[in-house]
């Protein structure tokens, strides 16, 4: 059997992690079996469906490194089919029209609750005569389909992330609604349920992978497959990603677009490896540590979890810092460049830009404290309290006065390491201080402050852009 597994996201919001999450099972799976993973479309809510969210979700995807094969299925351009899947449901008998308002249905449901009963529609019109069904017309009644769902059908599949499952029809709140209501006669808008089936059966899907959110949408479906004839795939149910709490995350819990993640400064590697950690485990003695392709080579769904996987935002911070500590500085450069251009600064010659990278990629934890920690290189730094403090130390500005007159007179490339060692020692020396006071005093002109990356690699930098002395002479 070929593998063929997709994504079926809706295009009313941003791409979600939890979409994400279930794409990036999708994508291991698919390619540890040599398979195909696909996209399909599902922009059957107009009013809630965007092509900028659709544009938002490919450009998610892409970036996560999470490839599709083939042109992605609109699911709108397929409507014939689901009607016709519809019809085909009717003439069998298996779906009929439904005539009852939504004033009737919403008395139903009062009744069931009075009566301390779960809500569900109690198969009223499913076997009406022929004149019962003329009568709702002639009153200019609409209808939806439903399918029908006897209570005593038996649903079980092999879930390959939880095992058995076993559902009973009567578990599925009565005949379901496949087609929104319409003119009698008509079909309406056909529906979720029915409308993944015919679809997932159109694409040959083998595989569907998707939230346990949809279990009970998975029972549905399996009895739709049967009615419609079409070949059943297997099912697997990949765990929710939780909250803090331990609720289902949710837009209220701030941040959860791709998009989102992407602008506070993760990478698509941490990114890509941090979701496939939610829900998978590494098989023993293996790294956390992995990209999708190496994850791909060892990915099953036996080491899936059933249980929900918390989010946590200190192992996604470790895993981004990683692998920006490991970041080559041309590839480094290549994600930063983009964000120094935004915050509106004219970047030097390439090598000098390249150095900087290296500089500051030991301490980054997001991208984004990449712009931070490079701003001193890019703009003069006003001086801090703990610089100022710096500066009144007690020979401090003799110290850096010294320096700035050795600058004069000799000139530093900014390259030579030795060379500034030998510049501080003389400062030191001549304003008969400890080399350690000059040193954090130069850094306090330099950037401003008392912290930053290693200093004479901070000062070749400025001085290779010529920043350095008047940094130093505002200082005395
Ligand atoms: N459009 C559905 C969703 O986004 C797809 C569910 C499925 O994979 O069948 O939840």
Redesign the pocket.
Known sequence: MKVRVRL???PTGTLHIG?ARTAVFNWLFARHQGGQFLLRI?DTDKERSKPEFTTNILEGLKWLGLNWDEQPIIQSQCVDHHRAAIQKLLDAGLAYRCYASETELEAMRETQKAQGQAPRYDNRHRDLNPEQEAAFQSEGRSAVVRFRIDDDAAISWKDLVRGPMHWSGSDLGGDMVISRRAPAKEIGDPL?NLV?VVDDAAMSISH?I?GED?IA?TAKQLLIYEALGLPIPQFAHTPLILNSEGRKLSKRDGVTSISDFQAMGYTAQAMANYMTLLGWSVPEGTDERFTLQQAATIFSFDRVNKAGAKFDWDKLNWLNSQVLHDLPKDQLLHELKPLWSQAGWDLPEENWCLDLAELLGPSLTLLKDGVDQARPFFEEPTLQADGLNQLAVEGAKAGLSNLLDQLDSTSWDGFDVKQAQQLITNAAQAANIKKGVIMKSLRAALLGRLQGPDLITTWGLLARIGQDLNRLRRCL
Do not use: G, L, Q
């Open positions: 079926a996201p809706s979409t599902e979720y993944v569907v998707r949809h949408n």
